[in-house]
């Protein structure tokens, strides 16, 4: 069984950073054919892709959000991570992490506000 925990902070100031980890077990974020995602949905909008980092290593990010986001990895704890900069009030959202390709797996989602 393939599980996805999103972790970090509830709450993050404006212009600060925003940064989450997704911690994966049942499987290996090396394995060959997924992707590894971070979507969110702020609220009363629909998912938003925000990027993905590859078995490979290869990282993809969502055109509109990339001047501001960085998506990395530790194979060694089976983790990937979501950093988002200079946040505002419309970065708040439910963020997930999901397996991409093949058999979908989410993760349960984390609220993020952006408040002072």
């Known amino acids: 069984q393939v599980q996805l925990q999103e972790s970090g902070p509830g709450l993050v100031k404006p212009s600060q950073m925003l940064a989450l980890t997704c911690t994966v077990s049942?499987?290996?974020?090396?394995?060959?054919?997924?992707?590894w995602s971070w979507i969110r949905q702020p609220p009363g909008k629909g998912l938003e892709w925000m990027g993905a980092?590859?078995?490979?290593?290869?990282?993809n990010y969502s055109p509109s959000l990339k001047s501001r986001t960085s998506i990395s990895r530790d194979t060694s704890k089976n983790q990937f991570s979501l950093q988002l900069s200079s946040v505002t009030p419309e970065d708040t959202a439910v963020y997930y992490c999901?397996?991409?390709?093949?058999?979908?797996?989410w993760g349960q989602g984390t609220q993020v506000t952006v408040s002072s």
């Open positions: 999901a397996r991409i390709g093949g058999p979908a797996y």
């Open positions: 049942g499987d290996s974020i090396t394995t060959k054919r997924y992707d």
């Open positions: 980092i590859g078995y490979d290593d290869s990282i």
